[in-house]
């Protein structure tokens, strides 16, 4: 189909005095993994809230699967899965007989134990949710949201308190959602996580959009060559010797960062410049490597790094 997965336009948010979303526009893709990234307050859990009908917007246009999510959610309920943050699920329940339940409610569901199984849940699978550890119950979570075969699915935080297995089997899971067609839109404070699953990110501070496009083009830059030393070195000798167009900082304490206007000029004949330079001075650099951008260096960049409520 031609629709977008999720599809929303100048949606506005208020709560009182305060506006979460202030005139946010995106697009999710059918197929393809959608990465909603911002600070805490920047207006995510609003958007996405408003994107799965649980909230209603002051003002804009959203639609989801072509759909209107709060005049169609009966059309919508069967074919989109939501996993939320935390929550969501009774307590009392055993983990197998929730997905059981919900499977009963769709016409051609995943298989319960398959599913289990798949998760690394069968051991539990007769345990009650309220004794399942943090990371057993964000699986169960995830298997509820896809136990229908949605053709779109919201993760809100979906690896948070997994162990390192968990989490590869999850993001396993998820490609093979995309790889099925299903549009997925992802919430993750992980950047490493949305950069490895993402395909489009979207950054939002301050309820708007502040980058917008695939993950490729936003981490596209110029390379650097960082190393850790002793701080406050007198690098104006180092900088004579680098070639035409590039420059050396000390960007934090004892962290060094040599960039150049040619990206080209990153290489072996820099590095060896700089171990030269650090071997005349009897330094031993740490960490010497180039770097290219990355997506935390991108979210840094446009919603900055002090620390928020």
């Known amino acids: 189909m031609d629709t977008p997965a999720v599809e929303v336009t100048d949606l506005v948010k208020r709560y009182g005095t305060v506006t979460a979303v202030a005139g946010l526009s995106f697009t999710a893709a059918r197929g393809a993994v959608t990465a909603l990234l911002g600070p805490n307050g920047a207006g995510k859990t609003s958007t996405i809230e408003i994107c799965e009908g649980f909230r209603h917007a002051d003002a804009g246009r959203v639609r989801v699967l072509g759909l209107d999510p709060i ?10 899965g939501v996993m939320p943050q935390s929550g969501g699920v009774p307590t009392g329940v055993r983990a197998g007989e929730w997905l059981r339940l919900l499977a009963a409610f769709y016409a051609h569901p995943l298989p319960p134990e398959a599913l289990l199984d798949r998760l690394g849940l069968s051991a539990v699978a007769r345990t009650p949710f309220r004794r399942l550890s943090g990371g057993q119950q964000q699986r169960l979570s995830l298997a509820a949201a896809i136990i229908g075969r949605p053709e779109l699915v919201f993760l809100d935080e979906p690896t948070t308190g997994l162990d390192p297995q968990a989490r590869m089997a999850t993001w396993e899971l998820i490609g ?15 950047m490493e996580e949305a950069e490895r699953l993402a395909d489009h990110v979207v950054i939002i501070d301050h309820g708007r959009v502040v980058a ?41 304490a004892g962290q060094y960062t040599v960039t150049c ?3 080209d000029e990153i290489g072996p004949g820099l590095v060896a410049t700089v171990s030269t330079w650090c071997a005349s001075r009897g330094l031993l ?22 620390l928020r409520d």
């Open 261 to 263: 206007a040619d990206p």
């Open 71 to 80: 005049r169609d959610a009966a059309a919508l309920r069967p074919r989109v």
């Open 176 to 190: 093979e959602l995309r790889t099925a067609g299903v549009g997925v839109v992802l919430t993750t404070h992980y």
């Open 285 to 306: 650099p740490e960490d010497l490597r180039v770097h290219r951008r990355t997506l935390e260096d991108v979210f840094l960049e446009l919603t900055g790094r002090d």
């Open 212 to 252: 917008d496009g695939p993950t490729a083009a936003l981490t596209r830059g110029d390379r650097e060559l960082r190393f850790r030393a002793a701080p406050g070195l007198d690098v104006s000798d180092l900088a004579a010797a680098l070639p035409p167009g590039c420059s050396v900082t000390e960007r934090d």
